[in-house]
Nanobody
Framework: VQLVESGGGLVQPGGSLRLSCAAS????????MSWYRQAPGKERELVAI????????YYADSVKGRFTISRDNAKNTVYLQMNSLKPEDTAVYYC?????????????WGQGTQVTVSS
């Protein structure tokens, strides 16, 4: 299983970024995918969730109306479109899959991509 995030960078407040998470090693289209973030000195927090078909989504209140999660099951990729970025969105962003392994459910994480919102 491999999850590889990309698309992070430095952006000014009010700007936009689109993060990508390319997945491999499992049947991507069958699983829920989610995005988390972790700011310095803070716990990792859930940002958004996409159902396996992309037709059901959930957003943290802090990003609702500004971020959009989507997926392309043909490309095994989940995206996070981030608009109207704020300095408080600065964090390392991770994608996550929870997969069945030997009767249990285990989380798999990517390496993360840094998003910095600053003027």
């Amino acid at each position: 299983v491999q999850l590889v995030e990309s698309g992070g960078g430095l952006v000014q407040p009010g700007g936009s970024l689109r993060l990508s998470c390319a997945a491999s090693g499992f049947t991507f289209s069958q699983y829920v995918m989610s995005w988390y973030r972790q700011a310095p000195g803070k716990e990792r927090e859930l940002v958004a969730i996409s159902g396996s078909l992309g037709d059901s989504t959930y957003y943290a209140d802090s990003v609702k109306g500004r971020f959009t999660i989507s997926r392309d099951n043909a490309k095994n990729t989940v995206y996070l479109q981030m608009n109207s970025l704020k300095p408080e969105d600065t964090a390392v962003y991770y994608c996550k899959a929870v997969l069945p392994v030997s009767g249990s459910r285990l989380p798999y994480w990517g390496q993360g991509t840094q998003v910095t919102v600053s003027s």
